[in-house]
């Protein structure tokens, strides 16, 4: 690995980092900073496309309900396993493992698969498809936790 690859690897990990804790925060201009303006956001069930898209869908109320009590959720993403591959000097692509808790515990899990890119000199998300794998009886995703 050369020092560029070093460099570009850390602040692809520093964008991935930077989005999960937007995305807990519902910090919603500072998530939809980390994709390119053309940038896709594949959900199972709708694909977001563009940066102001996403802003929008960030400023939406959440799609994790409320939990069922009336007190405050939380779920704290936790990124696991990284493994990038440089397509090209500008481009890149990432699956990165997650673990997400919650009031109940550990909610659920899934990865993400990114295609990055870099644009005005900074490594932004370009398309990102989220899939769960696991979901507790008890997670904040049923509205009950």
């Not at 940038?39 to 996403?54: F, P, W």
């Not at 979901?135 to 904040?140: E, G, H, K, M």
Request: with cysteine; aromatic share 8%.
């Amino acid at each position: 690995m050369t020092g560029t690859d070093a460099s570009a690897l850390a602040e692809i990990h520093q964008r991935l980092a930077a989005c999960t804790q937007a995305g807990d925060a519902r910090k919603a201009e500072n998530y939809a900073a980390c994709f390119t303006r053309d940038g896709i956001l594949e959900l199972d069930n709708q694909t977001i496309a563009g940066r102001e898209a996403i802003l929008s869908w960030m400023t939406a109320p959440s799609v994790i309900p409320q939990p069922a009590g009336g007190t405050p959720g939380f779920i704290s993403h936790h990124l696991t396993t990284c493994h990038v591959d440089f397509t090209g000097p500008d481009s890149a692509t990432a699956r990165t493992y997650w673990l997400v808790t919650s009031a109940a515990g550990l909610d659920h899990n899934g990865f993400y698969v990114d295609k990055l890119r870099r644009e005005n000199g900074a490594w932004l998300i370009a398309h990102r498809r989220p899939r769960t794998l696991w979901i507790s009886p008890a997670s904040v995703l049923h509205g009950r936790g």
